[in-house]
């Protein structure tokens, strides 16, 4: 059985063993300067990703921004509410979808030192005081407990942001939620490689 290099000159066969191989696994730096294990999400321009939880398509804020669909919940449900007005936020596109009733995220990014942003809102109109969505998380370790969206937000139809320095030296970002009174909810992550 002949292979390609049988058939291309010792140069050319090198040249296009190498291209393809940049076009399946890019190269992306990590703050040692070493390449990602294979499979890890690359950082966008400006060390962010940027992820809307309860869409299954990309989102343009109204900022120009781009986030990415949801992929890297293990379970939950979304839901979409295009017409709401949401106060708190110059993007208010970002809080109109969320997933919710969710346990687990898991997100492949380079190893490094990161701000984790988790974006929230109360947009069920049958939570209309505190107590009613309450709920535990956690980033890499750093516990959250007894969280009460309607509290932390000011009331419902408001912006939110937690933001939460994390370490990753493992290659996976995880985030672990846990419901207490109705179910945890989130409207987007992102993830800020920090220097």
């Known amino acids: 059985m002949k292979t390609l290099s049988s058939f291309l000159p010792s140069s050319l066969h090198t040249g296009l063993v190498a291209l393809l191989l940049l076009s399946v696994s890019p190269a992306i730096p990590t703050s040692s300067g070493a390449a990602p294990a294979a499979g890890t999400t690359p950082v966008a321009a400006g060390g962010t990703i940027r992820i809307i939880s309860g869409l299954s398509a990309p989102l343009t804020d109204e900022k120009g921004e781009k986030w990415l669909p949801s992929s890297d919940f293990l379970d939950g449900d979304t839901m979409d509410r295009p017409e709401l007005a949401i106060a708190n936020t110059e993007i208010p596109s970002v809080y109109r979808s969320e997933r919710y009733g969710m346990t687990r995220f898991v997100r492949r990014i380079p190893n490094g030192n990161y701000l984790v942003k988790l974006h929230f809102a109360v947009t069920y109109k049958a939570i209309d005081g505190p107590r009613q969505c309450v709920f535990s998380f956690d980033v890499e370790g750093r516990a959250f407990k007894d969280f009460d969206l309607f509290v932390r937000a000011d009331g419902a139809l408001k912006a939110y942001v937690e933001s939460i320095p994390v ?29």
């Open 167 to 195: 370490a990753i030296r493992d290659g996976d970002l995880e985030i672990k939620f846990t419901g207490l009174s109705g179910n945890p909810t989130i409207s987007a992550i992102e993830i800020v490689h920090q220097p």
